[in-house]
Each structure stands twice: as structure tokens, then as C-alpha cells.
């Protein structure tokens, strides 16, 4: 590290994230924990949301003995319900979790006096803003309590806020302990997603955006106002991507500093155990597609893999099913490709018809109805997944060269058909496709390189822009490709990745080789080993711009 930037003594972070496993930010936190944890010691302490109450949670191990001094004053003396242990992650960071629903007697009060001191607009507050917001007062309570309890000697403190969902607590620190430095990460603008959402071009147009006046057309002012208020009041104001930051510039504020999200790799089998998984995983995945369509399916057959929340547009779901449309259509096309489409959906449970086929050793000669799909969707009508694979006629025949399957659930070792975790699947694919609209980071693509599988992706996600500084041959040779594109370039974008799978069809198995090779050789420049240096360098400023306010 440098020794001329300003290091914390002590890190204080939240997020809603914090031990409550629900998307992309959870990926970031814990795993970034362990380096901070090897830098800091104990010296870091999370902050989550107690949604587990009296239920035994999978990701945090409470231990009545730690900080029980403060613990017992906290609850005594500043009225706080808090649960401290230990966050069950490499590196095992503290964690505390707050009861944040005592606050919400205070709802009225609270955004009040958030009024008075900030302009902070929660009048038109609606759907998750009352819990988020309660949740962030809640986590800033905490800190203020331990802060003040056991640190008050400690010169160097800072807290970091994550997501518009905290932006009250960084608010609530700077007004009622502005000794604590706070930094605010916004992982994707509130505005920008709803713009995307909504069916909006987002970035032809950026330029000619009021981040203000999108607010009210879109409903979104209660948001928008925390979060751009949150931004322009912290000491440190951070995102993730150079592709966000262009976005906040706009619709927020200028950063002051991009701190890319790095993974670790610890979870990555090595050797004989990843050789095995993979072809368990692709067994698997092979004898699902066999059971569902009434069909044996070629050993070799090409496994290409898309994954990410159900955002159909934004996780470029509509591209990758006209790749696969556009594929099968090609009547030269000799070499089977197997497309497995893992988007968490509403689901009512699994399927019996392919429940019962699973326990039978032989293949089947007839398909099941929805011969795609591993689970019953509640309203399969409103799933846009599965009506566009109907319009696409991708019913999985005999003759079809490209099979899809589509899971609908969460892969987290409990689902019945698989009963394997995301990567326990993943390992098995050998190319995966995340041709993504609107992606601030992008883990999926990060993830599949970490398992030697090529990816692509697009220049319009941050993992994409900054593969493509870091890799210098066009095509999959370095294992992975960012494809352009933009607002009106559906049409090429499809053109572009249909030509590179069709490509790696025909590709030899020592030029997969080394391409797998390469893939992995990417990841390992993405490790939170070379990225932290952009969180001590954040940490400095946000310690600077404190040191110019209380001075």
C-alpha cells in the first residue's frame, strides 16, 4: 500500500445485503470481506438487517460473548435490538444485526427532521423506500453506538454506506458524528435502472437526462432525492464501473473515485475435484435436457449458459433467446447446442412428470408438455422467458440442434431436479453469453472466466469495458468478448454473437484449451487482491475531506 495515503483505523460498513444472501452486492461484500479482514484484522465490523429474528440464518453464526461489553450497553442505553457474531464468509468478519422495525413508531419524525436538515423529499416514498430507510437509521444507530462506546480514542474512523437503500444512515453519521469519514457507493443509479426499466434509451440520449426531472416522470422521486443528496453529502462518493460513473455524472453527481469489484478465488475447485464436477455438472444438465425432450442428446454437445436476475431487457434475455432462435434456424448446423437459461422466476414447485423420468435409466421417446422447463411457473403468462420461447417455437423436437431448458428457481442445493448450486452448474458449461443492456458490474461473466469457461458479454456492462483494457485479440482467443453495443443495435448485436458461437462450434479441442486457459488467466486479474487498492485509495479521501470539515 501507499504509506502517504490516510488509513482507517477502524471500517464500519452496511448494506441489506450484509448477511442476507438477495443479489449482486451480497457477491461484492463478501467477498471483498476477507481482504479487508487480512488488512484491518477485527478492526471492520458489518452491519446487516436482523430478517431472521429467532430463525437460524445460513449466513451469520451469533456469539454471545463478542462485544458484550457494548452489546449490553447498546440494548440498555441506546435502546437498540442488535445480534453480534460472526459473518459465515472467508475471513469471518463481524456482524451485527439490527431489528430495524422499532424505528418505523419514528417513520414520521425521522424523515422530518431529515427534511429540515437535508431537503431529503420522502414524502413520495413508496414500496421498499419505509424499510430501507428505517434499516439505514437503524445501521448509523449502531455505529453511532460503538463508535462512541469503544472508539472515541480512534482518529481514523470511516463507514461506508452501500446502495440508495443506506443513503439515510450516511446522512444521519455526517449530521450526528461527522468525526466518522463516510463513504456512499452507488451500485447502480436508481434513475438509470427505472429509465432502462421503463423501456427508455438510456444512453444515446444520457447527455440531454435531468436526473430531477426523470425522477417525477418515473414516480421515483422519494429515491432519487436520498440517493443524490447522499451522493453530494458524503466524503467519498464511489461506483463500480466507468460505465456507471458516466451515469452518475448525469443523473447525480461526478465521483470521486470508481472502485471495481474484485472476487476471490478460493471457491474455484482445482484439479481432479474440478475435473469431476464438471462432468457431473454436464451429466446433469445433459440427462435433464434427455428427460424433458424425449431424446438422447450428444455427449459433445456445446452446454452455452445465460444467467442473472429476471430482468429481460436489462440482462439482454431477449438477445440470447433470438442467438438460440437464429442458431437452430441454420440447417447447416451439425453439432448439437444444449442453452440452459438459469433466471430465478415465480415458481410453485417442480415439475412430478420430470421427477418420475429422472428415476429412470433409459431415455425417453416422447417429450413432456413445456418440454423446456425444469419448474412450474405460478403465472407462466406473464413470464417473459417463457412466452418468448414459445413465440420462437423452441419446443425441443428431435430435429431442433439447439434444446433449451429453462430453470426458474433458485440453485441453492434444494430444488429437486438438480439439488447443485449455481456454480456446481456453471462448471459444467463451456460457453456462456450475458449480452447485457444495463449491467453496472457484471459477476456472471467475472464468475464463468474464474471457471475457465469463455464468456460473452457487452461493452454496455462494466465487467465488459474493463475485460476489454485488460485483453487485446478480437473474437473468444482471450477467452472473452464485449460485443458493441448500444440503444438501436439490437439487429448487429445478435448478428455478432450468433457468428461467434457458430465460430467456436468448429473450434478443435486444443484451441478450447487454450482458450479455457486464457479465460482463466483473465479472471485472475479481477481478484480483490488487485481491486483493493481502490477502496484504501476511496478511504483516503473520504479521511481528507473529513479532516477539511471538522478543521
Known amino acids: 500500500m501507499d504509506k502517504e495515503l490516510l488509513k482507517p483505523g477502524f471500517i464500519f460498513e452496511t448494506s441489506w445485503e450484509v448477511c442476507n444472501k438477495v443479489g449482486g452486492i451480497y457477491a461484492v461484500l463478501s467477498t471483498r470481506a476477507k481482504t479487508l479482514q487480512e488488512y484491518n484484522k477485527d478492526k471492520l465490523l458489518f452491519v446487516g438487517p436482523d430478517i431472521w429474528k429467532e430463525t437460524p440464518s445460513p449466513f451469520f453464526k451469533e456469539t454471545k460473548s463478542l462485544l458484550a461489553a457494548w452489546k449490553k450497553h447498546a440494548s440498555e442505553k441506546d435502546n437498540l435490538k442488535i445480534r453480534v457474531g460472526r459473518w459465515t464468509i472467508p475471513g469471518n468478519p463481524i456482524a451485527v444485526l439490527v431489528d430495524f422495525t422499532p424505528f418505523f413508531e419514528q417513520k414520521d419524525e425521522i424523515y422530518t427532521k431529515f427534511w ?14 419505509d424499510e430501507a430507510c428505517m434499516f439505514a437509521y437503524a445501521s448509523a444507530k449502531v455505529m453511532e453506538s460503538f463508535y462512541r462506546f469503544q472508539l472515541q480514542e480512534e482518529s481514523h474512523v470511516v463507514a461506508h454506506f452501500n446502495e440508495w437503500t443506506t443513503g439515510l444512515g450516511a446522512l444521519y453519521l455526517k449530521k450526528q458524528v461527522p468525526t466518522i469519514a463516510t463513504l456512499f457507493t452507488t451500485h447502480a443509479t436508481s434513475i438509470g435502472r427505472s429509465i432502462c426499466g421503463n423501456g427508455k434509451p438510456l444512453y444515446d440520449y444520457l447527455p440531454g437526462y435531468s436526473g430531477d426531472q426523470m425522477a417525477r416522470e418515473l414516480n421515483m422521486v ?76 450428444d455427449e459433445d454437445v456445446l452446454i ?24 437452430n434456424q441454420n440447417h447447416k448446423q451439425t453439432r448439437e447446442v444444449l442453452a440452459y437459461i438459469l433466471v430465478p422466476s415465480d415458481v410453485y414447485g417442480v415439475r412430478s412428470d420430470l421427477m418420475e423420468r429422472l428415476v429412470e435409466k433409459k431415455v425417453p421417446d416422447t417429450p413432456l408438455y413445456d418440454p423446456f422447463l425444469s419448474h412450474w411457473l405460478n403465472r407462466p403468462e406473464d413470464d417473459a422467458i417463457y412466452r418468448t420461447i414459445h413465440r420462437y417455437n423452441l419446443q425441443n423436437r428431435v430435429t431442433d440442434k439447439v434444446k433449451i431448458v429453462y430453470v426458474p428457481c433458485y ?35 467475472l464468475e464463468s472466466v474464474a471457471f475457465s469457461i469463455p464468456t460473452i458479454t ?22 472473452f468478448e464485449a460485443v458493441h453495443r448500444s440503444d438501436f443495435n439490437y439487429g448487429e448485436v445478435v448478428d455478432e454473437i450468433v457468428n461467434l458461437i457458430n465460430d467456436y462450434l468448429q473450434k478443435g479441442a486444443n484451441e478450447v484449451a487454450s482458450i479455457r486457459a486464457a479465460a482463466q488467466k483473465l479472471a485472475g486479474q479481477a ?3 488487485k481491486f483493493i487498492k481502490r477502496y484504501f485509495e476511496a ?11 471538522i478543521n
Not at 116 to 129: A, M, P
Open 116 to 129: 429540515e436538515y437535508y431537503k431529503v423529499d420522502s414524502l413520495h416514498g413508496y414500496g421498499d423506500y
Open 222 to 297: 422519494s429515491k432519487h432525492s436520498l440517493e443524490k443528496i447522499a451522493a453530494t453529502e458524503v466524503d467519498c462518493f464511489t461506483t463500480v464501473s466507468d460505465i456507471t460513473a458516466k451515469e452518475c455524472k448525469q443523473l447525480l453527481r461526478p465521483v470521486d473515485i470508481v472502485t471495481p469489484n474484485g472476487f476471490e478465488d478460493d471457491f474455484v475447485p482445482q484439479g481432479k475435484e474440478f475435473d469431476e464436477k464438471r462432468i457431473e455438472a454436464r451429466k446433469a444438465m445433459i440427462t435433464t435436457a434427455e428427460k424433458l425432450c424425449g431424446c438422447p442428446i
Open 304 to 327: 452455452v449458459g445465460t444467467a442473472g436476475r429476471c430482468e429481460f431487457k436489462n440482462k439482454g434475455l431477449d438477445v440470447f433467446l433470438d442467438v438460440m432462435h437464429r442458431i
Open 411 to 445: 440453485l441453492n442445493g434444494n430444488d429437486k431436479v438438480f439439488d447443485k448450486s449455481y456454480y456446481d452448474l456453471l462448471i459444467g458449461m463451456d460457453l456462456t453469453v450475458f449480452p447485457s443492456y444495463y449491467e453496472p458490474w457484471g459477476y456472471t461473466p
Open 458 to 479: 457487452t461493452d454496455l456492462s462494466g465487467f465488459g469495458l474493463w475485460a476489454q483494457k485488460v485483453t487485446v485479440q478480437k473474437g473468444l482467443t482471450d477467452g
Open 527 to 529: 481478484l480483490w487482491s
Open 539 to 549: 478511504y483516503d479521501i473520504a479521511l481528507n475531506h473529513r479532516n477539511e470539515r
